[in-house]
Structure formats: structure tokens, C-alpha cells
T-cell receptor, first 114, second 110 residues
Framework: DAGVTQSPTHLIKTRGQQVTLRCSPISGHKSVSWYQQVLGQGPQFIFQ???????GRGNFPDRFSARQFPNYSSELNVNALLLGDSALYLC?????????????FGPGTRLTVT | QKEVEQNSGPLSVPEGAIASLNCTYSDRGSQSFFWYRQYSGKSPELIMSIYSNGDKEDGRFTAQLNKASQYVSLLIRDSQPSDSATYLC??????????FGTGTRLKVLA
């Protein structure tokens, strides 16, 4: 079975621009979560979606938004990019939102803001 | 106080030894705990999950949970150089929010 896929792999943007990152979950998984990971830190929770509804949001500004589509794939949008948004953006999928469900990560999108 | 704390390391162990990785968490209501392995430049890979007090074994890996002490650990037996990576502890806070520690860097010396 295919794992979580993300696109693009790498991205270079300029301050003030907007970016869209994409994620396809493992087949059968209905929940997608987004994380930001900067060097030397653990992943920081941004959003969780389940059945196309936002179920959780981390401590990120409104410049960050996301959505989930009927096929359970997801997009993360970041507007008005700042240098500090440079990071590895990770998508993780799980069967659902119950606390017992394990999350599996995609390979990530490396975003560089110049 | 950080929600999930790990010693950043590096933790160096000789090949064949037992590596012991530790994690403490602040939310006493947490019920689900996970260990991920992350190689440099790669995404985290799930190693173990544990939900009940006690030990859970999977091959060379053993996760230990003590909810009263708010402590979870990972033991790696017969450590191999290929185990050299950063190990992330994660805890679910509430119903959905994964909180990760900063990770412990493990070096297994051949």
C-alpha cells in the first residue's frame, strides 16, 4: 500500500508570497494533520482535519489555513510568507481522531523563504 | 514547563548495548503515547505506541509507561549503528493534538 504522499518535495518562495502544499493520506485514512518542523525541534501541530472538518488548530497565525477534500486529500496554504516560515512541513494521516489512532507521516515538503 | 520534555543528547552507546531514551509529559490526562524515529533529512517514522501502564515489547524495542510519574521511555536492545537517529516522544493532549518533544539524538558507536 502507498504511504502518505506530499507535493512538492522542495519549494523556494520569496517573502510576501503565498504557498500551497498538498497531501494524500494512506488509503482508508480519513484524518490528516499538518505539522511544521524547524531544525532541532520536534514537529509543531498546525491543523487536524477529519471527514473534511477542522478538528483542531495549533498556535499558528491566521496566515495558515487548510482544507480537506472529499477524497480525504488535503492542502495547507500559507499567505504573506515570512522568513520564519522556512521549515519542513509534514503531513500525517490516521484512521480517525480518537486518541488511540496512530499517525503516519509523509516525506514532507521543505519550504525555503528568501 | 514544556509539555513534553526529552534530553536532546547526544546519547552515545556502543554497538550491542541497550539504549535508554526518556520522556516526561505535563498533561496528567494524556492517554496515548508514541515513539518516532527520525533520520537526518527524513520524516518521522512510527516505532511504538503505548496506552497502558507497564511495558510493551516489539522486537528489539520496549516502551515503558508510568502514568503516575508522567514518564514514558524507550529501550533499544542490541543497538546497531543503523539505530543512530533522533527519537521523538509524542503525547496526545485532549482528543486530537499531538505534542512532540524536541527529540533525543542517539549515536550507536561501531
Amino acid at each position: 500500500d502507498a504511504g502518505v504522499t506530499q507535493s512538492p518535495t522542495h519549494l523556494i518562495k520569496t517573502r510576501g508570497q503565498q504557498v500551497t502544499l498538498r497531501c494524500s493520506p494512506i488509503s482508508g485514512h480519513k484524518s490528516v494533520s499538518w505539522y511544521q518542523q524547524v531544525l532541532g525541534q520536534g514537529p509543531q501541530f498546525i491543523f487536524q482535519y477529519y471527514e473534511k472538518e477542522e478538528r483542531g488548530r495549533g498556535n499558528f497565525p491566521d496566515r495558515f489555513s487548510a482544507r480537506q477534500f472529499p477524497n480525504y486529500s488535503s492542502e495547507l496554504n500559507v499567505n504573506a510568507l515570512l522568513l520564519g516560515d522556512s521549515a519542513l512541513y509534514l503531513c500525517a494521516s490516521s484512521l480517525g481522531v480518537r486518541s488511540a489512532y496512530e499517525q503516519y507521516f509523509g516525506p514532507g515538503t521543505r519550504l525555503t523563504v528568501t | 514547563q514544556k509539555e513534553v520534555e526529552q534530553n536532546s543528547g547526544p546519547l552515545s552507546v556502543p554497538e550491542g548495548a541497550i539504549a535508554s531514551l526518556n520522556c516526561t509529559y505535563s498533561d496528567r490526562g494524556s492517554q496515548s503515547f508514541f515513539w518516532y524515529r527520525q533520520y537526518s533529512g527524513k520524516s518521522p517514522e512510527l516505532i511504538m505506541s503505548i496506552y497502558s501502564n507497564g511495558d510493551k515489547e516489539d522486537g528489539r524495542f520496549t516502551a515503558q509507561l508510568n502514568k503516575a510519574s508522567q514518564y514514558v521511555s524507550l529501550l533499544i536492545r542490541d543497538s546497531q549503528p543503523s539505530d543512530s537517529a533522533t527519537y521523538l516522544c509524542a503525547v496526545i493532549a485532549g482528543t486530537y493534538k499531538y505534542i512532540f518533544g524536541t527529540g533525543t539524538r542517539l549515536k550507536v558507536l561501531a
